[in-house]
């Protein structure tokens, strides 16, 4: 079993929609959360960082973590166009390691 | 705001042949990371420096080799170069500490002929 396991879509929504996109992970001890965006040939873009149970929220974006189920997740509001891309969970396992999801690949269509 | 820079953007070379790779964080930045992401792959994990030391190994051939410089630029080499090492080489940069998450470049290009 891998330590995150992140469901790779692909994923199509109309513009406008709520976009779910989830997470869970393997080890009750990780505490610290991210969530990054990537489009085609670029570097993966932090979006979120979290590192407690609960919400936090930026702009169209909410970040979600659920400790006690081991799992993660980040809703898009009002989905545009330019939301199209590959959405990576990843978690600080201590100290210098971050393990990445296997991303899920998102298309918002106009 | 500043952000990680990598050079070459784009680089192609032959099987068997050497490739340099560069890799510039964030200022104040003390740990540069290595990750190699194949086609419609998460990133691996490949190697860490923390302050000019190996902080922590991955699924680093023993082709590769990395260090981090006293003004915490870091190179990744590469030599005897395989078809398989054909891919994206991101360089990543935080602040040491669990809470600092990963700032990334926009990563080399590498294409092995």
């Known amino acids: ?110 | 705001a500043a952000g990680v820079i990598q050079s070459p953007r784009h680089l192609i070379k032959e099987k068997r042949e050497t490739a340099t790779l560069k890799c510039y964080p964030i200022p104040r930045h003390d740990t540069v990371y290595w990750y190699q992401q194949g086609p419609g792959q998460d990133p691996q994990f490949l190697i860490s420096f923390y302050e000019k030391m190996q902080s922590d190994k991955g699924s680093i051939p023993d082709r590769f080799s990395a260090q981090q410089f006293s003004d915490y630029h870091s190179e990744l080499n590469m030599s005897s170069l395989e078809l398989g090492d054909s891919a994206l080489y991101f360089c990543a940069s935080s602040l040491a500490g669990d809470n600092s998450p990963l700032h990334f470049g926009n990563g080399t290009r590498l294409t092995v002929t």
């Not at chain 1, 489009?39 to 873009?45: A, H, L, T």
């Not at chain 1, 702009?59 to 545009?80: C, E, H, M, P």
């Open chain 1, 1 to 110: 079993q891998k330590e995150v396991e992140q469901d790779p879509g692909p994923l199509s929504v109309p513009e406008g929609a709520i976009v779910s996109l989830n997470c869970t992970y393997s080890n009750s001890a990780f505490q610290y959360f991210m969530w990054y965006r990537q489009y085609s040939r670029k570097g993966p873009e932090l979006l979120m960082y979290t590192y407690s149970s609960g919400n936090k929220e930026d702009g169209r974006f909410t970040a979600q973590v659920d400790k006690s189920s081991k799992y993660i997740s980040l809703f898009i509001r009002d989905s545009q166009p330019s939301d199209s891309a590959t959405y990576l969970c990843a978690i600080r396992t201590g100290g210098f390691k971050t393990i990445f999801g296997a991303g899920t690949r998102l298309f918002v269509k106009a």
